[in-house]
């Protein structure tokens, strides 16, 4: 097995986990919904460029589903992934997102009729303990109002389910004659966008607000240049050279990147927020089939 997938895993992990928290620090009083749009806009402008360099073959079907996962998973699931990073701080908001996995089992198990097997059911319990802890922690902000973590909670589960929704349904239209990888993203990028641009109608209005100190174009550029571009490279890298369960888990590790970049946001993991980031790595190799138990 060599190194480089294993390392291009790891690196799109600390990539989504760093990029987190620097959307989290951006300095705005837009709304999640439209500095989604505005990352998403950035984001095809700077993919399309070698997404047309490739040849284009796609089937009608395979089109249809990527632009629905690009609408499920990147306009609804990313506006609230921004929202509840605002509310639950990067390390919170990361640990419970790396439900994913746990989330396509157990809709396999509603919709497909495919029973996990016992390591991919304890996978599965050991990443809801991971939630528990992280929704009995305090976030990093003591002045938030009352309900804001709940609200976060909900938010953060929320992204998780239309993720994994868009996920399936990305996985889907590759499989119906998709494009390439790196197509099959700016596609969905694309068509998030497309679905969004009526939040311009008001972004004038939006933007009159108090105008925070310093420039924010390149912590947004920064952003999306390590979760969205780097961060999608680096990982149809790990995904194409490593084995499906182990590509997942290394994918997966963003929580644990997160731990030491806690404190840059005032964030204090103690004890609990590093037992949830390590049941939450060990849940998401139990379910990737990465780590195997006897009867499994």
């Known amino acids: 097995m060599s190194a480089a997938p294993v390392a291009a895993g790891l690196a799109a992990a600390f ?18 919904a439209r500095l989604n749009l505005l990352k998403n806009l950035l984001a095809v402008a700077l993919l ?21 996962s690009g609408v499920l998973g990147i306009a609804l699931g990313d506006t609230l992934f921004f929202a509840a990073l605002r509310r639950l701080g990067t390390r ?6 790396a439900g994913g ?47 804001a973590e709940a609200a976060g909670v909900a938010l953060a589960l929320g992204a998780l389910a239309c993720g994994s929704g868009g996920a399936l349904l990305a996985r889907a239209g590759l499989l119906a004659g998709g494009p390439e990888p790196l197509q099959a993203a700016t596609l969905r ?33 920064a952003a999306t240049l390590l979760g969205t571009s780097a961060g999608i490279a680096l990982q149809q890298t790990a995904l194409a050279g490593l084995p499906g369960g182990l590509a997942v888990a290394l994918l997966s590790t963003a929580p644990v990147m997160a731990l ?5 946001e005032g964030d204090r993991p103690g ?7 390590a049941a939450a790595l060990a849940g998401v190799s139990l379910v990737a089939g990465l780590v195997g138990l006897p009867g499994a």
């Open 48 to 68: 399309l460029p070698l997404a047309l360099v490739l040849p284009w073959q796609m089937a009608p079907r395979a089109l249809v589903l990527l632009a629905l």
């Open 101 to 147: 996995p746990a989330v396509t089992s157990l809709a396999g198990v509603a919709l497909l009729g495919e029973v996990p097997r016992p390591a991919q059911w304890l996978g599965i319990a050991l990443i809801t303990l991971a939630v528990l802890l992280v929704v009995h922690q305090r976030a990093p902000r003591e002045d938030q109002p009352a309900g």
């Open 92 to 97: 919170r908001t990361l640990t419970i997102d």
């Open 271 to 277: 004890w609990r927020g590093v037992l949830a980031a």
């Open 260 to 264: 030491p970049l806690a404190a840059l």
């Open 189 to 221: 990028l694309a068509a998030a966008a497309l679905m969004m641009l009526p939040l311009l109608a008001g972004l004038p209005r939006a933007v009159q607000g108090p105008r925070p100190a310093g420039r924010r174009w390149p912590l947004a550029l």
């Open 15 to 32: 990539c989504w986990a760093f990029s987190s928290l620097l959307w989290r620090r951006l300095p705005t009083s837009l709304s999640a």
